[in-house]
């Protein structure tokens, strides 16, 4: 009887979560049904789209060495040289942004632009004055500036004296730059990020030699380094900044979701222990004082440990979160019997179908999937373990093959699908206390993506490399309906290529 009961509760559950899917994807979304203040914006980078790489005094970076010297590990050998030459035709990027309608925009500060040497030699005047340009346009078409310190570029010299991210040294250059952007920019930047995607960050350039400097191996005491960089900015702001600008300052962090690829106990747990080697990497130790006990088990002393001296340090915490969130993924647990898969973290293995169907429709970037469901359940996992710190969504987008015929590129009926289902799990999280503040789409244009170079595509608008023309997309157009307050259903109109 016991067990009968167990069934139909089951059941019962599967077919309300039925319900709720259904009625989630089919319900038509509008701009009200998110708080008047939240931030709808877009996402780039510095590297991904300035080009002008040895322009106005500007160094040279992490990036344009490794792109230069290790062209091969580039899927194109192509490099950011030019990208999408946003460092002269910024202006008519911001009226991209206006034309949409948006009130924020993402960008990240290009630390060899502004500090060349790092602290071994002056502030660059020419890079400073490119920043306050963009940022005194942006807030004159009443575009609210959302600032990242570090997304994956720093200045090769730092590299070259002392191994950047693999030394202590590194904490004090990254808290002078971070206090250089604070006092020229600060009064009018509000929102911070100290990193995009440390994870990311150690992980390819010092675990697995896949970005530069290309360590492997060494991905925890570069991630020790970062969390501590991030306290050192922190505590700057705090003290120097933070009442007198009235901004906030957080981190982004990337995160998929993982379902248990078996319905077994064993990979229901790994599906939440993937999460600590994922996300609470970082967050843990920046909002709770150290690394989560899951990845302390499992690596003992491969993990550093805080010093008293670090634990003060991270008493400053932060005032935000941001996810980048593109995917969701299956999980086993290895522990016990062998898997097959390419992918693997701690005693366990990623997948990305089950029995033969994906967990999603596939994109252009490998591994990544749509699953809608899955941003509502990042940020349900982030608000319960993080006591509902304030979220912003930092990062969203959807993936297509530049080799795509130009129709298709501007008719990108498939990403307007998936922004559609993004948001509207979104809002169900949002429904259910989430305290999500912000959704920046990635990206605004198309642009070089790392190891891919060229060869796909995430923008709203298109870019001709050879020319720079922009083109706005199908989503550019269902974006700005969406943010004028049209009700936007699934019908979609085409975009003319002539």
């Known amino acids: 009887m016991e067990r009968r009961k167990k069934v139909v509760v089951v059941l019962a559950s599967a077919f309300l979560f039925l319900v709720q899917s259904l009625f989630s994807t089919t319900c038509a979304l509008r701009r009200d049904q998110f708080p008047p203040s939240f931030l709808f914006g877009t996402s780039t980078s510095a590297y991904q789209i300035e080009g002008a790489y040895q322009e106005g005094n500007k160094s040279l970076s ?6 230069h010297s290790q062209g091969g590990k580039i899927k194109d050998g192509s490099n950011g040289d030019v990208a999408a030459d946003h460092y002269h035709i910024y202006m008519e990027d911001i009226e991209l942004m206006h034309s949409l309608g948006i009130n924020s925009y993402r960008f990240s500060i290009s630390w060899s632009r502004v500090l060349p040497r790092g602290r071994y030699g002056k502030i660059n005047p020419t890079g400073i004055a490119f920043y306050n340009n963009l940022i005194d346009s942006l807030l004159l078409r009443g575009i609210e500036p959302f600032v990242t310190l570090s997304h994956y570029d720093i200045p090769q010299e730092l590299e070259d004296r002392y191994g950047a991210w693999l030394s202590p040294k590194i904490q004090k250059d990254f808290g002078y730059f971070a206090e250089v952007c604070f006092s020229k920019f600060g009064d009018r930047v509000k929102y911070w990020s100290t990193f995009n995607e440390p994870r990311m960050m150690v992980r390819y350039g010092y675990g697995t030699g896949e970005y530069p400097p290309g360590h492997r191996n060494k991905e925890f005491i570069a991630g020790h380094n970062a969390i501590l960089s991030h306290a050192t900015a922190v505590e ?14 957080g981190i982004v962090i990337f995160m998929c979701w993982f379902e248990p690829l078996r319905n077994n106990s064993l990979d229901f747990l790994v599906a939440r222990q993937v999460m600590s080697f994922q996300a609470a990497w970082f967050l843990d130790p920046i909002i709770h004082g150290d690394y989560p006990p899951e990845m302390r088990q499992a690596l003992g002393s491969k993990l550093p440990t805080f010093s008293i001296k670090e634990r003060r340090k991270l008493q400053y915490k932060l005032d935000f979160i941001g996810i980048n969130h593109y995917t ?31 967990i999603g429709k596939p994109t252009a970037m490998p591994n990544y999937y749509v699953v809608p469901y899955g941003i509502e359940e990042v940020v349900l996992y982030t608000m319960r373990r993080y006591n509902n710190t304030p979220m912003f969504i930092t990062e969203n987008g959807y993936a297509q ?10 008719n990108d009926s498939d990403r307007v699908d998936a922004m559609r289902q993004y948001l509207t799990y979104l809002n169900n999280a949002m429904r259910k ?15 070089f993506e790392w190891l891919y170079g060229y060869t796909m595509r995430f923008g709203l608008h298109h870019v001709d490399y050879n020319t720079q023309k922009r083109t706005p997309k199908l989503s550019a157009r269902w974006y700005k309906q969406f943010l004028h307050g049209v009700e936007v259903q699934h019908e979609h109109e085409q975009v003319d290529t002539i």
């Open 401 to 410: 093959h530049s080799n795509s015929s130009m129709t298709e590129l501007l």
């Open 236 to 249: 700057i702001y705090r003290k120097r900044y933070q009442v007198k600008q009235q901004g906030m300052i």
């Open 328 to 358: 969701s993924l299956y999980v086993r647990d290895c522990t016990f019997s062998p898997c097959k898969s390419s992918r693997n973290i701690g005693e366990s293995f990623i997948y990305t179908e089950r029995n033969g169907i994906p």
């Open 62 to 67: 992490n990036w344009d060495v490794f792109t």
């Open 433 to 447: 206390g989430a305290d999500v503040r912000g959704y920046f789409v990635w990206s605004l244009m198309d642009n």
